[in-house]
């Protein structure tokens, strides 16, 4: 059942699981390239598959936002009284938004990260201000690798403390012995991270992954694809999808 269309599968047995998928939902999902960013796209039903952007949303009914996962953390929005949804990549460089381009002169602000991207729009589309949006939306993070599998460098605790100091309490340190220099390692808690940083845009009804092993990607081989688990030594894995619309 994997849906990615680049990973080396079949292309007729790719399209034939998005086929199923789209019978199963009722409505055609729309597949983005996802790069690890903080892009985003307004999608409609004339919107084709492979735009470049890590999130999506609409207000058109009968069109799933769809995101591919097999680790990142995938984040669903919607809205309790308008029918705005969206979906979002969130691995740690798009979460974190460290290194992404910023643009001052249209009001992006600094550091932010796919959530923030993803909320921005989704507030534009909403058509009120953001305080009085965020207490109206739901968030629901699905499965992704979990805190006690995702290790990390220090490099990645300094990005996301860099705008909020808090996170550093989701990241547990490790020692590992490498080529005779020790490395400080952690192991982070991506849902945790993404409940902060949705928490911090007003969010707080928010669902799904509590961080706990069920929802662990590469702990449960039976129930989801996990790129860190089985793609090693050349190989690859599938991906899965995560998709929110409006029947």
Known sequence: MNLGDHVGDSAAAV???????????????????????????????????GLIADACLTRQ???????????CLPVLFAHLDQPVV???????????????????????????GVLEA?????????????????????AWLGPCIGPMAFEVGAEVKAAFEALHPAAGAL??????????????????????????????????????NDGTDEWCTVSRPSRFFSH??????????GRMAACIWQV
Request: proline share 4%; aromatic share 6%; with cysteine.
């Open 171 to 208: 990241f547990v340190e490790l020692s590992q012995q490498s080529d005779k220099v020790q490395q400080t390692k952690y192991v982070a808690d991506l849902p945790g991270l993404a409940r902060l940083r949705l928490r911090a845009l007003g969010i707080t009804q928010i669902y799904g």
């Open 15 to 49: 399209a034939a699981n998005r086929l199923i998928l789209q019978r199963a939902i009722g409505c055609p999902p729309v597949f983005l390239q996802q790069v690890h960013g903080t892009g985003v796209f307004e999608i409609s039903h004339d919107s084709v598959d």
């Open 118 to 138: 993803t909320f921005r729009r989704f507030v534009e589309l909403v058509g009120t201000a953001q305080s009085a949006v965020a207490p109206r939306t739901i």
């Open 228 to 237: 860190r688990r089985d793609a090693v030594g050349g190989r690859s894995t």
């Open 61 to 71: 009914h009968g069109v799933a936002c769809t995101v591919m996962v097999a680790d």
């Open 86 to 112: 969206a979906a979002a990549h969130a691995g740690w460089r798009g979460l974190s938004g460290a290194g992404m381009p910023v643009d001052a002169d249209a009001g992006i602000p600094l550091f932010e």
